[in-house]
Every structure is written in C-alpha cells, then in structure tokens.
C-alpha cells in the first residue's frame, strides 16, 4: 500500500508538473507557426506556434558540454535528449543563445549571429571597430546573416535572432577599456575610406559632436543587418543585439528600434534594477529580455567565478527566486536566460565559468532544487495570469 500510495502521488506530481510545462509552452504541439510577440491581460508576452502565451526560461551556452577540456563525446543526439530532459526537469523551456544542435531544435530556442567584433569581453588584439560605411563590409555581414538564417531552415522551435553579444557602444566606457571608440576609428580612417569620406561630409554638414556621427554609424549598422535579417526571415523575431546594461546610449537603441522587435539587455548584479528596467521600456517601448545573466559562489577547485559572486549555493538559489519574482513583476519583461549550463575554466579570465552542472556532468544539487523551485514558481504564476485552464 505505501509503494501504492507513492506512485500514485508520484504520478500526480508529474500530471501537475506536465500540466504547468504544457500551459507555459514548454511541451510543444505540432504546428507549422511561429513564435509571436502579443499583449495578454495587459502583459507582453510571446506567444507560441499554437497561439499559447510562453514565458521563456532559459539556459545560455549549452554547446560547452561538447566543446574545451572534459568534452562530451559520442551520441551527441542521446547527449541532447539526456540534457533536455534535465532542463525540462528543472523547470527550463528554451534554449538560449549558444543551443548545439540538435537540441535548438528539440525545444524553443535562440540563435545568435556575430556580424561585429566589439563584444566587451573580447581581448584587445581580437576586438576591432569596423567601418561599416564599407560596402565590403556590409557584404561579409549579409553573408554571416544568410548563413546562419540558412541554417535555421525548417526548424520551427526558432523564438528568434540576436545579433552581435554585447557590443562597446558607449564612448567614455570604450575609451577606458580600450584607449579608442568607434568615432575616433573612424575619424582615424586613411583618406579615401567609406568612413572617412562619410565623416567629412558629417563635419561639412555643420556636424560636430561625437555622439551625433555615433548616431549614424548606428543608423548605417542597423540598416544593414536589420533589412537583410528581415528580407530573409521576415516572419522570425528579432531581438536585435544583445546589449550589456548601460553599455548603449540612447541614440543607439534609437536606430535599431525600427528593426528589432524586443530589447535584449544583459545586466549585471543580484538585484533586478527595477528603475534602469522601467526607463529603458518607458523610453524605447519595446519588450524586453532579459537575455543572460547569474550569479555565482566558489568551489573548493574554484575560488574564483564569473559574475558577481555570492558566499554559497543556497545564497545564489535565493537571489536567483528573487531575482524572478521581481522581474516578472514587470509586465514589459518576457523571459529570462541564466548564463551557462556547465562549469568551464576561463583560462584567460583566470576564473570559473560556472553552470548549474559541474565539469562531470553532476547538479549542483542544492542550486538546481532551487532554480526549479522558482522555475515552476514562475510558470504557475504565469499560467494563473493567462487564465489556462
């Protein structure tokens, strides 16, 4: 009787827990649609191929598993199945920027397009600004675009694109890390340069301020890669670059608007930055994602991890249901990426790049408990919002 009464609560368990998982969109029907953006009971949100509202929550870098020291080998299809079904376990639904295939196509997912070499994490002799005045410069982009649409062909669990990961827009932060800012690479072009013959027809047209001519190198990125994203994909969402938190000034995000469909902000911290958040969806009217973000706590091995770091698993677990409930709070915010699905050793950060599995493959047990815990916290919430019956 008592095995009995186990399997049967067991059972109940996981019909609730399906029961959640579908209504939140993690358990896709067939349907030959597309991800949409739409408003329920005055909440944005997206809404999936079968026209179910979906708030997604997701997991970033998952290719490491396959990639750098202790690498998967063997089955990468079983390897996929054995990971999704982890992630369904834990409460997750999509795949962030970053899914192997093929995975990206076993549930929701993102891709990524790098078309620019300004990410703020890249090392001085690989970062670059380009003059994306260049028509050959334009043409490498359209191409990097054509091939990574191509190889979304047919897969209908695409949420979206993003484009290039946090690229070094701000001019005082740029001229600090890096000695330099797009303005100034340009102004520094030879004569005869398709940025340096639109520079000096910038000045000749009475312009003069650095912002201002950062405003249309903005304007000429976008163009470019929004038209050519759109013109091959015109029914895909864009969720344009991924923007580190306070790394893009207002013009910026100005020229990109017409072309992206949700703001994708990478913040930092513990706390959600309600006030940063709210200004962010008053002034630019978008959705917005947040699109990869944690927090973190040594290990005996690794002293040492990327982002903020708090003193234990459990600490990160709490901050991390906190950190939910208040940016669901906010009806512009439509989903949420944690930043990496297995521990890799930045050599050249000298640190921890911390997952929610170790370098072996085991959970941290007390931090996955709890990122489930919130997990379906969050989707119960967001299916009692969306009246699922």
Same mark, same amino acid.
């Given at each position: 009787? #008592? ?25 896709? +029907? ?9 408003? $329920? ?49 834990? @409460?997750?639904?999509? @795949? ?25 994490? =890249? ?5 670059? &600004?380009?003059? *994306?005045?260049?028509? $050959? ?50 102004? %520094? ?7 340096? *013959? ?8 009475? @312009? ?9 190198? +903005?304007?000429?990125? &976008? ?14 969402? #864009? ?15 100005? %020229? ?13 911290? *513990?706390?959600?930055?309600? *006030? ?29 991890? =990327? ?5 234990? %698993? ?14 669901? %709070? ?53 299916? =009692? ?5």
């Amino acid at each position: 009787m #008592i095995g009995n009464r186990r399997a049967l609560t067991m059972k109940g368990i996981l019909s609730k827990l399906a029961a959640l998982l579908l209504g939140a969109g993690l358990i896709q +029907a067939d349907g030959d649609g597309r991800f949409q953006l739409g408003k $329920v009971n005055g909440r944005d949100c997206l809404i999936d191929p079968d026209g179910k509202p979906f708030l997604s929550l997701g997991v970033n870098h998952i290719q490491n598993v396959f990639q750098g020291e202790g690498a998967l080998l063997g089955d990468y299809r079983q390897a996929c199945e054995d990971i999704l079904k982890r992630l369904t376990y834990w @409460g997750y639904n999509t @795949g962030g920027y970053g899914t192997p295939e093929p995975l990206c196509r076993m549930l929701p997912s993102f891709a990524p397009m790098y078309l620019t070499k300004n990410a703020n994490y =890249m090392p001085d002799e690989q970062f670059e &600004y380009c003059d *994306v005045f260049d028509p $050959v410069v334009q043409q490498k982009m359209r191409e990097v675009i054509q091939y990574e649409i191509g190889k979304q062909a047919g897969n209908s669990t695409l949420i979206g694109y993003y484009w290039t990961d946090t690229p070094q827009w701000d001019l005082e932060r740029a001229r600090k890390k890096r000695g330099t800012d797009w303005v100034s690479m340009v102004r %520094e072009l030879p004569a005869g340069a398709p940025g340096k *013959v639109r520079y000096e027809q910038f000045l000749a047209d009475g @312009g003069h301020s650095d912002e201002a001519f950062l405003r249309l190198i +903005a304007r000429e990125l &976008y163009m470019v890669i929004g038209e050519e994203t759109r013109r091959l994909a015109p029914d895909v969402l #864009i969720f344009g670059e991924r923007y580190l938190a306070h790394d893009h000034p207002d013009c910026v995000i100005e %020229e990109a608007l017409p072309y992206i469909d949700v703001l994708s902000i990478q913040p930092g911290g *513990v706390q959600f930055e309600a *006030v940063y958040f709210d200004r962010m969806h008053e002034k630019f009217k978008k959705p917005i994602l947040v699109c990869d973000h944690q927090n973190s706590f040594p290990t005996p091995e690794y002293p040492k991890t =990327m982002w903020q770091q708090l003193e234990s %698993e459990e600490a990160v677990g709490v901050a991390y249901e906190q950190y939910l409930n208040d940016a669901f %709070e906010k009806s512009y915010i439509i989903g949420y990426q944690r930043c990496q699905y297995i521990d890799r050793y930045a050599d050249g950060a000298g640190m921890l790049k911390q997952g929610i599995v170790r370098e072996d493959g085991t959970a941290y047990k007390t931090l996955t408990q709890a990122l489930r815990q919130a997990n379906l916290q969050a989707l119960e919430r967001f299916q =009692m919002h969306h009246n699922f019956k």
